[in-house]
Each structure stands twice: as structure tokens, then as C-alpha cells.
């Protein structure tokens, strides 16, 4: 995929990355228009943020040390990888002056208040996601070792649907585009909110592992995520889950993401690595309720990357945008190995850091509700998941979701969310369900598909290589 280089993108170091001595090949992602995208007054999602980081990451003079491109725009054929054509139709041709022409679509695509339209959406999609997808190209033909883009991470949008902000899930895109030349790609989301979406999407491949940390419980968003939802089929056990409860602080966040993330380094091995690095699990946040600071949060990525492994860094969530954008920025300077000073520099966006105008903000006195054992009781459930795993599956295994080779088709059964300022408690679609719910949890011979609720021919195994 062909991207623009822009002029102030000054080459960085080509080694190859050994660790974190060296300087690592790192590509960076970024079109100034994403900021001028608004999902309207009072909304708590605000790409505005995403230039917000790239001011930080220009003023820190952190862009002398990567390739910076312009991604080029995910076309109507590139999405439709995953999503369904008469959605991606929908987003193309749904406009504020036209949608009272299209209140059915707008219901059965779940648009509305988490999900509205507004002015240039389909553009917005194309450009969030035309980075992730560019990004994956660039993993795969051996260019990069580190690959970021702060404006994907849409981890909630369904194959059919919009849902909880997400409108098309460029993680899933990029991951399908890694699974062209990688065998195995590991997928973890350290964003507060389950990443259903792409947990829904690979649920039934062994070839994609996808590992969430994400707040559980009441009616926090979206909901899923139980450490009892493993994948199921092929796929049985490369899903794993983490639920956490309010006030999740730095030290017992490191507790059980080190050592999980090692050993599914350990189980899995895999090819490459993408990241869901919502900022909606720092302290202060908008809408999450967590504790992290923005060096724990950043501990996360580093851990990633002393495995050696070509990762693609995507956003995510995160709605104190001055905080958001102080944490990326922050992460991009440790993924470089450079390091930033504590005071902003001065540019023209410097109000949002009034009145210290520091880059590290104190975390909050809130009460931890994760207890020490109930940690390491789902840790010890993850583990024991993990024992069960083949090293390294073939290549031969299946990568998708039934009815195609390479790309899930997703499952037709549909989703959720209400008021973010409540808990995030976002309305939930009643007749939408996870396809975890379609599977017997406990069951000892193998998963058992509950036909009532679901019809047979949606886990059809794909037709072989002779079949097509």
C-alpha cells in the first residue's frame, strides 16, 4: 500500500529491533485532517485528541526518529474484508441532511447517540482505518518493527453494526492483513472496555489470540469479556479475558499483565503483535474508573516490546482528551527509547495542559477494588487456558470465521450501549448477543452449539482450498 511521506518526515535509524538497546524501525501514522472530525456537542469521543498527541510528538521532537506517513484512505473494498457490503454501502451514503430518509438503516446498523452521524463519517472511517491497514503492510513486507497509529483502536464495531463509538474495526482489518504473511498474530487490548469486537471476530480461529484487560461488572460497557468466554471450536482457549473491577492502580495492573503476556509469548508465539492502547483506563478519566498512571499505562507497551516482536500500536478509547494525548505521546517517546522532559514544550496548543503544563499528571486516591486473590485466581484460569494450547499452531489451521478463507465473516447477531457519564452504562441492543453466549462453557467434550438460537449453517466450516 502506497502512503505519503510527509515533508517533516525525517527517516529514522534502520536497524532491526533487538530488544530495547537498539533503536527500533518505527513508522508513524498520521493525517491532520482527523481532527477536524466532531461527533457532535456533548460527545465524549473527540478525534481532536489524536492531534493533540501529534503536536506533543512534533514539539518533543519525537518525529526525527520515525518514518511519519500519511495513510492512504481504506477504500470501499479494503473494509468490506470484514464488513458487510450493504453496511459499508450505508456508511458511505448516510448524511445528517439525508438520514430522516433512513431511520430503519439507522436502527438496524445501531446508529444513534453513541454512534451518530455526523459531517464526513465515511471519510473519518477511511482514515482511521486506511492507517491500521497500511500499518499491518508495512509488518508484513519487513519495513517496520514498530508501527503506530493513535487514531485506530475501534475495537467495538461489529461486522454489520456500528456500536460504542466504532464505526469500523481497523483492528480487525489490520490483523487480517497480518495474517497474510504471519502465521500466529497476538492481539491484547489494555483499553477499560472489553474489545468485543475483535474477540468476536476471531472467536473461532486458533491463528489470531485475543487477550483483554477491561473492567467488568454492574452495567459497564459492553458488558462481555467473562473469564469463562475461551473462543470456541478451532479457536477453544485463544480468546482470554481478564475482568477487573474499579480503582485497578499500577502495581497490581504490572502483577498479572507481565506474567500473562509472557506466557502467552511462551504458549502462542506469534508473528506479530497489535495493541489496543485505549487511554480510557488512566486515572481521571471521562468515563473509565480505573487508577493507572501514565507510566504504568506505558509499562504495558514496553513490556511488549522487549519480546522483539513487530507491533502495530493502535488507540482506542480515552475521553480527558489532554490526558489521552499526554499519554500517547508519552508511549510513543518509550517505544523510540527517547526520552522526554516532564515539562510540555511550548506550542500552540498549551492551554489544555494549564496549569502546570506538565506531561505526568498524579493518579487519585480512589479505593482498589481488585483484591490480591481474586487477581490471582483468574490468572491461574488464564494459565490454566493457556496449558492447553498447542505450542505454536500450524499454519494449516483455519483463520477465519465460517463462510470464508481468510477474512471472519462475523456473526449476525448483534449489539449494545447508554449514558457514558453513568458508570459508562451505555445502552445495550436487546436482541443482539455475543457469540460466546452460543457456547456451553463448561462443557468437557468440546463446545456444543445451542441450534434454537442460532441457525447450523452459521458454523459451517469454510469450504477447502479444493472447494473454491
Known amino acids: 500500500r502506497n502512503s505519503a511521506v510527509l515533508p517533516f518526515g525525517l527517516p529514522g535509524t534502520t536497524r532491526a529491533m533487538a530488544g530495547t538497546t537498539n533503536r527500533p524501525r518505527v513508522d508513524y501514522f498520521y493525517d491532520a485532517l482527523i481532527g477536524n472530525f466532531h461527533y457532535g456537542e456533548g460527545h465524549p469521543m473527540r478525534p481532536h485528541r489524536v492531534r493533540l498527541t501529534h503536536h506533543l510528538i512534533v514539539n518533543y521532537g519525537l518525529y526525527k526518529h520515525v518514518n511519519v506517513y500519511r495513510p492512504k484512505h481504506a477504500s470501499r473494498k479494503d473494509m468490506s474484508a470484514f464488513h458487510s457490503d450493504d453496511y459499508i454501502r450505508f456508511l458511505q451514503d448516510i448524511t445528517q441532511d439525508n438520514m430522516q430518509d433512513w431511520i430503519s438503516h439507522l436502527e438496524r446498523f445501531n446508529l444513534g447517540a453513541d454512534c451518530p452521524v455526523f459531517d464526513g463519517l465515511y471519510e473519518y472511517c477511511q482514515t482511521y482505518t486506511g492507517g491500521s491497514i497500511s500499518g499491518a503492510a508495512r509488518i508484513n513486507q ?268 462475523g456473526l449476525d447477531i448483534d449489539s449494545d450501549d447508554e449514558d457514558w457519564d453513568d458508570g459508562d452504562s451505555r445502552p445495550r441492543r436487546r436482541n443482539r448477543r455475543h457469540i460466546a453466549e452460543f457456547f456451553d462453557e463448561d462443557d468437557e467434550g468440546g463446545d456444543i452449539m445451542d441450534a434454537d438460537r442460532l441457525g447450523l449453517k452459521d458454523f459451517e466450516e469454510p469450504p477447502s482450498e479444493d472447494e473454491l
Open 142 to 409: 519487513g519495513c517496520s518493527d514498530i508501527v503506530l497509529n493513535w487514531s485506530g483502536g475501534m475495537h467495538h464495531a461489529k461486522k454489520g453494526e456500528a456500536s460504542g463509538f466504532c464505526y469500523i474495526n481497523d483492528i480487525v482489518l489490520a490483523i487480517l492483513e497480518l495474517l497474510k504473511e504471519h502465521s500466529r498474530v497476538l492481539y491484547i487490548d489494555i483499553d477499560i472496555h472489553h474489545g468485543d469486537g475483535v474477540e468476536e471476530a476471531f472467536y473461532l480461529t486458533n491463528r489470531v489470540l485475543t487477550l483483554s484487560f477491561h473492567q467488568s461488572g454492574g452495567s459497564f460497557f459492553p458488558g462481555t469479556g467473562h473469564a469463562n468466554d475461551l473462543g470456541a471450536k478451532t479457536g477453544k482457549n485463544f480468546s482470554l479475558n481478564f475482568p477487573l473491577h474499579a480503582g485497578m492502580d499500577d502495581a497490581s495492573y504490572e502483577s498479572i499483565f507481565n506474567p500473562v503476556v509472557t506466557k502467552v509469548m511462551q504458549h502462542f508465539q506469534p508473528g506479530a503483535v497489535v495493541l489496543c492502547c485505549g487511554a480510557d483506563s488512566l486515572s481521571g478519566d471521562r468515563v473509565g474508573c480505573w487508577n493507572l498512571s501514565i507510566r504504568g499505562h506505558a509499562a504495558c507497551l514496553e513490556h511488549v516490546k522487549s519480546f522483539g516482536i513487530p507491533m502495530l500500536v493502535l488507540g482506542g478509547g480515552g475521553y480527558t482528551v489532554r490526558n489521552v494525548s499526554r499519554c500517547w505521546a508519552y508511549e510513543t517517546a518509550r517505544l523510540l527509547n527517547q526520552p522526554i522532559s516532564d515539562n510540555v514544550p511550548w506550542h500552540e496548543y498549551m492551554d489544555y495542559y494549564a496549569p502546570d503544563y506538565k506531561l505526568h499528571v498524579p493518579v487519585s486516591n480512589m479505593e482498589n477494588e481488585n483484591s490480591r486473590e481474586m487477581l490471582e485466581k483468574t490468572r491461574q484460569k488464564l494459565f490454566e487456558a493457556l496449558s492447553q494450547l498447542e505450542h505454536a499452531p500450524n499454519v494449516q489451521m483455519q483463520t477465519s470465521q465460517p463462510g470464508t478463507r481468510r477474512a471472519p465473516d
